[in-house]
């Protein structure tokens, strides 16, 4: 989880034209041949002097990044392929010690107790809806050493272990076919990724660090690794699920930034 420092402001004016703009650049993309150079093209910059959007007017700019932003989110799911793995790094590598980052100072970590500890499932779920610490740790486990990528400019390499979430999903009777899969946090955080992330391989629900229990400052009890997605989406401390497909949003998306949030 990440703490971006400027929040965009609400907006209204659109131009027409941008609106067009958008939608030929997303039928674009749906070429295989196309999707590449539309990565290298299709900047923010770009879109505004197409757009003929007014740099002046505050409401024009917002909500041109809101479009933007709406279309990152698309281009990315259509770019994202769920076979592709994130790189992996020998344990040498591990970037001690692993930065602390939340939208709270260190002093202001919650304190969860492990033994009343329940995380509960909700949504389209249709098996075990409450999973204690315990029932969790005896599930086959397995551990990655991944790079986290902080919206910030940063990046620190880890090693995490845990259950993988598909697995606990299953497990769990989540409808695999829903949209979203949502993540409530002890901090108040929140966020949600798509369905084909969560079931990516890779994605990690994190009970250990570096070979122990997961410390306080790194999201215990748990905390949802995805090395395919930047830091905000890789949220602590989380106490309950829901699987949907009703768009839930989250703490920074709701306040302007990608959703998808790939890395």
């Known amino acids: 989880m990440n703490n971006p ?16 703009i958008v939608k030929d650049a997303r039928n674009a993309l749906q070429s295989p041949q196309r999707r590449l150079l539309g990565k290298r093209i299709l900047t923010l910059g ?11 007017n505050d409401k024009s700019v917002n909500t041109m990044l809101r479009r933007v932003s709406s279309f990152n989110d698309d281009a990315q799911a259509l770019l994202f392929d769920p076979r592709k793995l994130a790189p992996t ?9 692993f930065p602390f980052n939340a939208y709270y100072d260190i002093d202001q970590v919650p304190a969860v107790d492990a033994h009343s500890y329940r995380l509960e499932l909700g949504g389209l779920v249709n098996g075990k809806r409450i999973w204690t610490l ?5 599930l086959p486990q397995e551990s990655q050493v991944t790079r986290h990528i902080c919206i910030e400019g940063w990046s620190a390499i880890g090693k995490w272990g845990g259950v993988r979430f598909a697995d606990f999903l299953l497990r769990a009777g989540a409808d695999t076919t829903a949209k979203y899969v949502a993540l ?21 629900l994190t009970l250990t660090y570096d070979g122990d229990t997961l410390p306080a400052k790194y999201g215990f009890p748990m905390k949802l690794r995805i090395p395919t997605k ?29 959703w998808f949030g790939g890395s």
Not at 91 to 97: G, H, M, V
Not at 231 to 254: D, Q, R, S
């Open 5 to 20: 420092k400027h929040v965009r402001k609400p907006g209204s004016a659109w131009n027409p034209d941008a609106q067009s």
């Open 89 to 97: 790094y020998p344990e040498s590598t591990i970037t001690r010690p």
């Open 184 to 204: 409530h946090c002890a901090d108040n955080y929140w966020t949600s990724i798509d369905m084909p992330t969560a079931l990516h391989p890779q994605t990690l």
């Open 46 to 56: 770009g879109l505004m002097l197409l757009s003929g959007c007014d740099l002046t």
């Open 230 to 258: 930047l830091g905000y989406k890789n949220p602590k401390h989380i106490v309950a699920i829901t699987v949907t497909n009703t768009f839930p949003g989250g703490y920074w998306e709701n306040q302007g930034y990608n």
């Open 134 to 138: 315990d029932e969790l740790h005896a």
